[in-house]
């Protein structure tokens, strides 16, 4: 497992615990409610990152999407 799928399966334990209500210590930070749209951010470029490391992509570029 790489270290973007260990980093990953953590933010979703983070974020689980926060919508379970509760705060969640990763190293020295402390996450709460207020931090779930930060969890959310990271959860969502970890993913990006393992499907890439999955799809044997090494790219470290994104495509900015400005339509919205």
């Known amino acids: 497992m790489s270290t973007a799928s ?3 399966a953590k933010y979703i334990a983070a974020e689980m615990a926060i919508l379970d209500g509760q705060s969640f210590r ?3 930070r402390i996450l709460t ?5 930060v969890v959310r ?3 969502a470029s970890l993913e ?5 490391e999955t799809n044997g992509s090494s790219a470290r570029y994104q ?6």
């Open 48 to 52: 990006r990152r393992v499907q890439g």
């Open 63 to 68: 495509v900015a999407d400005f339509s919205s």
């Open 33 to 37: 409610m207020a931090d779930l749209d």
């Open 41 to 43: 951010r990271e959860r």
């Open 6 to 8: 260990d980093l990953l």
């Open 26 to 28: 990763m190293g020295e």
